[in-house]
């Protein structure tokens, strides 16, 4: 079967830096994805990762260990606007999409 | 450009009864894809159809059907309601629906069955 965690909330101060972990079981692998969902709004890519390593895209980093089945997302300069959920979601080899339930990071003054 | 539209954007329906909802892709993208979101939840992914050929299909009952049209838009079709089905669905385009391609989502329609 296909699981996906990743945990349910988490806060961060304005400036920091947060990490949100993705750890992933699934028939088959094409692709981990990470997308970025305001309340009442669909949601929009932030990074792609199919070869295991860290791929930096100016504030945000992902990063994937497929031997291990984990990836985490990291948010660097944390502002008020990065308030939001962050869906991890895998692509197996029957080329569909399994998405996490999201983590919801509150971002605080 | 336009981005992915879906309507309606809210929909009001009692158990029993069937709903459609439509999607128009992105322009050029030929594979959509339908996805439930419960509140608290990711999206689950239903259907993606591909050149008007259905590609996948998630773990949903029969009540759920969908179809694509010769311009690529889509419809979802929900028969006999129940109280679950409300949720947000999203409708999501990409160009070819291969491996490497990113979905790009439409805001959704939110349905309540009461």
């Known amino acids: 079967g296909q699981n996906i965690d990743q945990p349910t909330e988490m806060t961060a101060t304005e400036g920091a830096i947060v990490q949100i972990n993705c750890t992933y079981q699934?028939?088959?692998?094409?692709?981990l994805f990470w997308y970025q969902q305001h309340a009442g709004e669909a949601p929009t890519f932030l990074s792609y990762n199919v070869l295991d390593g860290l791929e930096e895209k100016g504030r945000f980093s992902s990063f994937l260990s497929r031997s291990k089945g984990y990836s985490y997302l990291l948010l660097k300069e944390l502002q008020m606007k990065d308030s939001a959920s962050y869906l991890c979601?895998?692509?197996?080899?029957?080329?569909?999409?399994?998405f996490g339930s999201g983590t919801k990071l509150n971002v605080k003054p | 450009d336009a981005g992915v539209t879906q309507s309606p954007t809210h929909l009001i329906k009692t158990r029993g009864q069937h709903v459609t909802l439509r999607c128009s892709p992105i322009s050029g993208h030929k594979s959509v894809s339908w996805y439930q979101q419960v509140l608290g939840q990711g999206p689950q992914f239903i259907f993606q159809?591909?050149?008007?050929?259905?590609?996948g299909r998630g773990n949903f009952p029969d009540r759920f059907s969908a179809r694509q049209f010769p311009n690529y838009s889509s419809e979802l079709n929900v028969n006999a309601l129940l109280l679950g089905d409300s949720a947000l669905y999203l409708c999501a385009s990409s160009p070819q629906g291969t491996t490497n391609e990113k979905l790009f989502f439409g805001s959704g329609t939110q349905l309540s069955v009461l």
């Open positions: 699934t028939s088959g692998f094409n692709g």
């Open positions: 159809y591909y050149e008007k050929e259905e590609r």
């Open positions: 979601a895998v692509r197996d080899s029957f080329n569909k999409f399994y």
